[in-house]
């Protein structure tokens, strides 16, 4: 069972370039989200999707896109690669269906993708 | 507003026992996590703890959490080698059912 699958694991970009982080997850989890990863500071929410077609922001939405067409996918777009979003990025889903209190809302994550922007 | 705060490192001695403290803002929170990251890899689920519980036992670790102060803490007896890693405190706000508030991660490090 493959459970959740980022890629690329690691990233380098020039800013202003475009890229998207593709997430997948074969668990037929309705919940999945989007958090970055930097020192001090914890994970912070960037966005989320309670299931296709509906995404909201986090607490970090901006110079982010993200869609949800499938169940499986929820990618991430950095449209203008900025040197504030040099990060480690983690993509997180969970079984629940609508807001995570429905049950224990446990996240399952991805390794990560580290993104270096110059 | 939410805000989740631990302390970022802790060294402990091998065989004594680590206590990672955790202090939230968000009185209505349902849950409480504690979640484990080791070098180089995405955050697991170590345990949890329902708002209306103080204490959760599982094995070497043992969840105490007072409401009152708003405090959550996580001991693990026994430290071993293999306990390093990050430790983060998450909750899920009652002010929003679809996110999860991560703390900023307390590093434990063993001491032969």
């Known amino acids: 069972n493959a459970g959740v699958t980022q890629t690329p694991k690691f990233q380098v970009l020039k800013t202003g370039q475009s890229m998207t982080l593709q997430c997948a997850q074969d668990?037929?989890?309705?919940?999945m989200s989007w958090y970055r990863q930097d020192p001090g500071m914890g994970l912070r929410l960037i966005h989320y999707?309670?299931?296709?077609?509906?995404?909201d922001q986090g607490e970090v939405p901006n110079g982010y896109n993200v869609s949800r067409s499938t169940t499986e996918d929820f990618p991430l777009r950095l449209l203008s690669a900025a040197p504030s979003q040099t990060s480690v990025y983690f993509c997180?889903?969970?079984?629940?269906?609508?807001?995570?209190?429905?049950?224990?809302?446990?996240?399952?994550f991805g390794e990560g993708s580290r993104l270096t922007v110059l | 507003g939410e805000d989740v705060e631990q302390s970022l490192f802790l060294s402990v001695r091998e065989g004594d026992s680590s206590v990672i403290n955790c202090t939230y803002t968000?009185?209505?929170?349902?849950?409480l996590y504690w979640y484990k990251q080791e070098p180089g890899a995405g955050l697991q689920l170590l345990t949890y703890?329902?708002?209306?519980?103080d204490m959760k036992q599982d094995q070497r670790l043992t969840v105490l959490l007072n409401k009152k102060d708003k405090h959550l803490s996580l001991r693990i007896a026994d430290t071993q080698t293999g306990d390093s890693a990050i430790y983060f405190c998450?909750?899920?706000?009652?002010?929003?059912?679809?996110?999860?508030?991560f703390g900023s991660g307390t590093r434990l490090s063993i001491r032969p």
């Open positions: 997180a889903s969970s079984g629940t269906s609508g807001g995570l209190q429905s049950n224990t809302g446990e996240l399952f």
């Open positions: 668990m037929n989890h309705e919940y």
């Open positions: 999707s309670v299931g296709a077609g509906i995404t």
């Open positions: 968000d009185s209505s929170s349902t849950y």
């Open positions: 703890i329902f708002s209306n519980m």
């Open positions: 998450a909750e899920i706000p009652y002010s929003s059912a679809s996110k999860i508030i």
